[in-house]
């Protein structure tokens, strides 16, 4: 389908607000886990910025350029995988033991019935239970630090996910559902860019 230039420019804001917020995380890691982290957020923006990409390049007349939008989930997957194995790390850096099977194997498996499917939507399996990890985990972080503020705008960014990743990968779109959803999108990236420097803030609050 033809995007209009604006929609397709307004598809990089909720992209710029995730890579912002999971930077912010490297606050809450902490020194030791902070690389990983910001790996974690170049890999999602890099799936992010591809699929818009793509989208920009569509709606400015140049060339279908479909490996740029298959791109999207895979790095999703491996960013979120990253992130999720960070987060749920111990102080010793070790994570627990069932997250490395996890996060090697499901998308290793996910991948596998993107081939068989020649699709892949397979990956936003792995990538949206990876950003489940990672969601539930900042919610009950925000929760023990007394933020409750911070606690519903990060569960607000989960159920975004929940609800407008399947709805993106839906083929059949018109343009003004579209819309609504980059706008629910960028609405709920905010929350969780606002929530990460808050949960990052409270952590430096708290240390000695």
Known sequence: ??????????????????????????????????????????????????????KLIVALGGPDLPWLELMLFPLLTAGFGLLAWILTAHHDGSAPGWIPPLVIGLPALCAGGAVLAGSTLPLLVSTMVFATLSGVHLILAARRRGDLLAAALFGVQLL?????????????????????????????????AVAAFRLGRTRQEVSP
């Open 1 to 54: 389908m033809t995007y209009p230039v604006a929609l397709a420019a307004e598809d990089f804001v909720p992209v710029v607000l995730t890579v912002t917020g999971v930077c912010l995380l490297g606050r809450y890691a902490g020194d030791r886990h902070r690389p990983g982290v910001l790996l974690a957020a170049a890999l999602i923006g890099a799936g992010g910025l591809s699929k818009a990409g793509w």
């Open 160 to 192: 975004g996910f929940f609800v407008l990743s399947p709805l993106a990968a839906r083929p059949d779109q018109t343009v003004a559902l579209q819309w609504v959803e980059q706008l629910s999108n960028t609405a709920a990236q905010g929350a969780f």
